[in-house]
């Protein structure tokens, strides 16, 4: 895990995404991420304009949204979102879970009714199907001219996932196949590093207060997650969209998140 401050880290991560997600942190002091997992394109929007200032990244998962599959539709939201970012100075992440063989999801990403790669600055893959799967995303990045990061599934967050341990070790020898593309996990704790690496965490499965929701979704603390188990940015949904006044939720799980990094980076961690 890294006790460095994401400032410094700022300067000298190996991705383009991961300098500017780790630099904006720092400018915001936020390592909070809202996962907008609601179906109404109008909602995500206001609420993403209230919580902009308090977060670095926006998760969505847009095939959750049923937009009658009108391009139009889904080509404004999608400018509307990049606006945000923009005005709120915040990142995109698709949560997207990319699952097949390289030419599959070089299509899926680059094309069908979402174009994916020309709104996220960040998106993700498992790593099941093996390193093609990475060259295929990037591919679409390259194709399109645009700076791209990819993070690899190592580690679920759900009861009996099959991920941690040797599954994450192996996907993170996959990662270091392009350390220009791929900058960071999903995973419930820090990664090995060796010299001249710097792997960006991102941890869903974050709650204040539930351990579960019943369907195996199974929840840490933001002191759990970042100051003892060295992960970077908090993957919040419910604990944030399900809260009455959603503004204050997330700046306290902004500040707890940010309490956690601050005191990992005192204690030397
Ligand atoms: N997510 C997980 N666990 C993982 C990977 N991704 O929960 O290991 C995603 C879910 C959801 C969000 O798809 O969008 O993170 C978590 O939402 P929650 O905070 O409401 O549980």
């Not at 591919?139 to 791209?148: D, H, K, P, Y």
């Not at 351990?211 to 993957?235: A, F, W």
Request: charged share 25%; net charge negative.
């Amino acid at each position: 895990m890294s006790s460095r401050t994401y400032e410094s880290r700022a300067r000298t991560h190996p991705t383009a995404i991961g300098r500017t997600l780790l630099s904006l942190m720092a400018a915001k002091k936020t390592n909070l991420c809202v996962s907008v997992d609601i179906t109404d394109a109008a909602t995500i929007l206001s609420l993403l304009d209230a919580v902009g200032p308090s977060i670095c990244v926006a998760k969505t998962h847009i095939d959750i949204i049923p937009f009658s599959n009108s391009p139009s539709s889904i080509a404004e939201f999608t400018a509307a979102l990049s606006a945000l970012a923009e005005k709120h100075n915040f990142l995109i992440f698709e949560d997207r879970k990319f699952a097949d063989i390289g030419s599959t999801v070089k299509a899926q990403y680059g094309g069908g009714v979402y174009n994916i790669a020309k709104w996220a600055h960040i998106t993700n893959a498992h790593s099941v199907p093996g390193p093609g799967i990475v060259a295929g995303l990037k591919e679409v990045a390259e194709e399109l001219g645009v700076t791209r990061a990819l993070l690899m599934l190592g580690e679920m967050s759900s009861k009996g996932n099959l991920g941690g341990g040797e599954y994450l070790a192996k996907t993170l020898e996959m990662a270091r196949g392009d350390t220009e593309f791929v900058m960071g996990f999903i995973a419930q704790c820090a990664v090995d590093t060796r010299e001249g690496e710097d792997w960006i965490v991102m941890t869903p499965g974050v709650d204040l207060g539930r351990k579960g929701d019943g369907l195996g979704q199974q929840y840490n603390t933001p002191d759990r997650v970042v100051r003892e188990k060295g992960c970077d940015v908090i993957i919040v949904g419910r604990g944030i969209i399900g809260a009455e006044d959603k503004v204050a939720k997330a700046e306290e799980y902004r500040k707890a998140g940010w309490e956690a990094y601050e005191k990992r980076v005192a204690e030397g961690r």
